[in-house]
């Protein structure tokens, strides 16, 4: 690594990316699969020849507040495709968005692996009137190989090689026809079902994705519009809500909030970031709870009496069909090896089962991480590669057990906004419909 020169890496502006033509017909229509041609190059515009690039895609339409994300997939030779399913008839935009180079990947995974600790811990112990505060400092240190503590930087400038577009090579948006009874399907979603004969190529199946700016599932549910008091409160109505996790729970808490203004919260006595909460709705019979997640946390001070661990929490909730479980955690355990998240995440699974057995009716809903705005100190301890990480172990330790995801991921990656460690209040709002959609399927009171 230390030999690799800045020019030598994947540069955003000489990269390209182009449009590849449809199969069928020279034209595309709602339901098709669009896909995208990637290819790097370094700042000397010579083609990368290995893969590992961080990218990011999207297709959208401004004028429309239409946006999907898209599935990359990496070819190990320096180019890359993007897949979009076609799902709004119209200009369907594509931008491509590198993350990281390459290189810049590698030196996360060496700080993972070198300095998996790179935050302060302090704590301040109190005894009567003696207080004595002590520091855990394991940050980064120096590297041996100075060259290397420098290039690591250059690596990561958000002007240059870090959430940066990549321009394309030729038209960088298309058509889409609204021809769907030629496909003989009898939904709209189920974009994925395609006819023979089209590429043999991993097919992309969004999580859902932005129309007229509301968020449309993909997975068979409806996502009902949540926009009045009284059709929030009528949904939560005899309800208990149990939100644990991180401040992006914390977020959700505070939309409940503000949007229901006979939510009155009781002084617990608690900081501000790190709770616990509790409120009340007494005449809609609501109650709603938030707790932090326990260490790792990055919040400002927090008595040890209030460390609470999810797992802990669920165990001691009566749970059943009025109650409701929502469950956010993966920002704060980026600095850590990933084994520490599989670890916390395999408790909270177990305790998670343990409740649905005893309460099989109780709900429970998990937010994933999403991507973030990034700077040198963001990405060297909190980058969207470590965030992207901790996401597929989250999915795949609770692919079978019965729970719900708000994929934070997708809806803040295929919203117009930009990303933000607490996503813009559209993209909440569009995330709170889905929880209140899980919660009231049939949404009688709109």
Known sequence: MSHISLNNTSDPAHSTFTILPPNRGGSWHIGDQLEVLIKMYDFHGHPKKSGGDFLLARLHNPSLYAGVAGHVLDHGNGSYTAVFSLLWEGRAQVEVILVHPSEGVTVLQKLTKDQPDRIYFRSLFRLGSVEKNTTWSPTLKEDSDRTYSQLRRSFFQSDLNMKVSIPDSGPSHIQVLNQMDHLNRSAFNFPWDYPAGMRNTVKTKPTGYYYQGAWRSLDGSTVHQFNTITAI????????????????????FEYFKKSLPDLKEFDLQSTNQTGPFLALDYANNILMTFHSHG???RFGSMPVSQLRYIANKLDHVVGGTRTV????IWSHFSTFPIEVYIRRLLNIRKAVVRMLKRAPGTLVIIRTA???????????????????????????????????????????????????LHPHPPIVKNMIDVILSYICPTADNL
């Not at 990405?379 to 019965?402: E, G, M, P």
């Open 370 to 420: 999403n991507p973030k705005a990034l700077t040198l100190y963001e990405t060297l301890t909190n980058s969207d590669w470590y965030s992207l990480q901790r996401d597929k172990v989250l999915r795949a330790i609770f692919k079978r057990v019965k729970v719900r995801l708000v994929d934070a991921w997708e809806m803040t990656l295929a919203h117009h906004l930009p990303h933000a």
């Open 233 to 252: 409160s009528q949904c939560l109505k005899n309800k208990v809500l149990h939100l644990y996790g991180d401040s992006t729970i914390r977020q959700w």
């Open 295 to 297: 260490p790792p946390i």
């Open 325 to 328: 479980i929502v469950i956010g």
